[in-house]
C-alpha cells in the first residue's frame, strides 16, 4: 500500500489504483450510500500551542465506519468521492457536523476551533460559502471559530477559485489555512495574495528535521518567512519530543501529531482532555479554548 505522505496526489492516487476495479466499484456504491446510513463520523486530532503547551483547536478528519472492512481512511475513499461527484455531498456534511459538534461542545462550556479539510471542487462549488454561514448561524457559532484547510496542491491546482472562495470565506470572517505546504510548488509570494492567515508545514519535512540539515534549513526559512507574511505556522505529522523541541526553538507556533494525540472521536476528545497525563505532554494546562491567538 502506498505510504499516504500528506496529501502528495501521487500517493493517492497509487494508494486507490492498489484495489481492483471491481473492489473500488463495490467501494463506491457503499459510499453512495454512506451518508443516509450514518457510516460518516469525524474524528478530532488536537492542535498545541507552542508557547502555552495548551490546545489551540482541534482538525476534524472524516472516517468511514464501513459494516465489513471496519473504519475506512479517507485517502481510500475521498480520490473516490472527488471522481464520482460524491464529495461536494460529503464535504457539506462534514462542514454541519464540525459546526454541530462545536455547538455541543460550547453547551459543555468549551469554545473549540475547529478545522475542516475541503476539497477543490468544494471551492468550485457556487453555494459553499453559503453552507457554511448557515451551518454557523444554525449552531451560533462565531464565523473564527471555524478555519478551513485547503492543500497546498489543491490551491494551485485552480487558482481562480481558490483566490475567489478564499476572499468570500475571509470576508464573511471565516479563517483559512494551506495545508501539507511544502508539497506543491507554490511560492510564498503567490500565497501572500490569498487571505490565508495559517501555514501547515507538510509531515515530510517534520519526519526529517532530526536527520536532515537540510530539512531543518526549509522549515527554519518557512517558519520565518512566514511569520513576516503575517501567517501563523503548524507543523503537522510531529511523532518525537525531539522533533517538537526542534520545532519549538524555530518558533513554530502550534504543533500537531502523534507525539501529542493521534485523532479521536468526540467522546474520546474529551476524556483525553481530563487525563492528566495527556495534560502534561501537551503542557500540563486544561483544555482550552484561546481566542486571544490567531
Ligand atoms: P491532512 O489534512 O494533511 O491531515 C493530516 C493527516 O495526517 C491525517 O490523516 C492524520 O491522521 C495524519 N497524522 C496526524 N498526525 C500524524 C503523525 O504524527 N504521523 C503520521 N504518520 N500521520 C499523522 P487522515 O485522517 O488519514 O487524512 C488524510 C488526508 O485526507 C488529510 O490530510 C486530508 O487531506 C484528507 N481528509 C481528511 N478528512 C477530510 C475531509 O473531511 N474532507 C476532505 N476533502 N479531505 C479530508
Ligand atoms: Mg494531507
Ligand atoms: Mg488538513
Ligand atoms: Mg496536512
Not at 104 to 109: K, L, R
Request: aromatic letters at 6%; charged letters at 25%.
Amino acid at each position: 500500500v502506498a505510504k499516504r505522505n500528506g496529501g502528495n496526489s501521487c500517493a493517492l492516487f497509487e494508494a486507490h489504483m492498489d484495489r481492483s476495479a471491481g473492489e473500488q466499484l463495490s467501494l463506491l456504491s457503499d459510499l453512495r450510500q454512506a451518508l443516509a446510513r450514518g457510516q460518516l463520523v469525524l474524528h478530532y486530532q488536537p492542535k498545541i500551542d507552542g508557547k502555552r503547551g495548551q490546545v489551540h483547536g482541534v482538525e476534524a478528519l472524516l472516517r468511514w465506519q464501513h459494516p465489513e472492512r471496519g473504519l475506512v481512511e479517507p485517502d481510500e475513499f475521498i480520490p473516490l468521492a472527488e471522481r464520482f461527484g460524491l464529495i461536494n455531498q460529503l464535504g457539506g456534511w462534514v462542514i454541519d457536523e464540525a459546526c454541530r459538534q462545536m455547538h455541543v461542545w460550547a453547551d459543555q462550556g468549551l469554545r473549540m476551533r475547529v478545522s475542516v479539510n475541503l476539497s477543490v471542487h468544494q471551492l468550485r462549488e457556487s453555494d459553499l460559502v453559503g453552507r457554511i454561514e448557515q451551518a454557523l448561524q444554525r449552531n451560533f457559532v462565531p464565523a473564527s471559530q471555524l478555519l478551513c484547510e485547503i492543500t497546498e496542491s489543491v490551491a494551485m491546482e485552480d487558482i481562480k477559485a481558490t483566490q475567489r472562495t478564499f476572499d468570500n470565506l475571509a470576508r464573511i470572517g471565516v479563517y483559512l489555512s494551506i495545508d501539507d505546504f511544502g508539497t506543491g510548488y507554490s511560492s510564498l509570494s503567490y500565497l501572500r495574495q490569498l487571505p490565508a492567515r495559517q501555514l501547515k508545514i507538510d509531515r515530510s519535512f517534520v519526519q526529517d528535521l532530526e536527520s536532515s540539515n537540510d530539512a531543518r534549513a526549509v522549515v527554519d526559512a518557512v517558519i520565518r518567512l512566514s511569520h513576516a507574511l503575517g501567517l501563523r505556522v503548524v507543523a503537522e505529522g510531529v511523532e518525537t519530543a525531539a522533533q517538537n523541541d526542534i520545532l519549538l526553538q524555530m518558533g513554530c507556533d502550534e504543533l500537531q501529531g502523534y507525539h501529542f494525540a493521534r485523532p479521536m472521536s468526540a467522546q474520546a476528545l474529551q476524556s483525553w482532555a481530563q487525563d492528566g497525563d495527556n495534560r502534561r505532554s501537551a503542557g500540563n494546562s486544561p483544555l482550552a479554548f484561546s481566542d486571544s491567538v490567531l
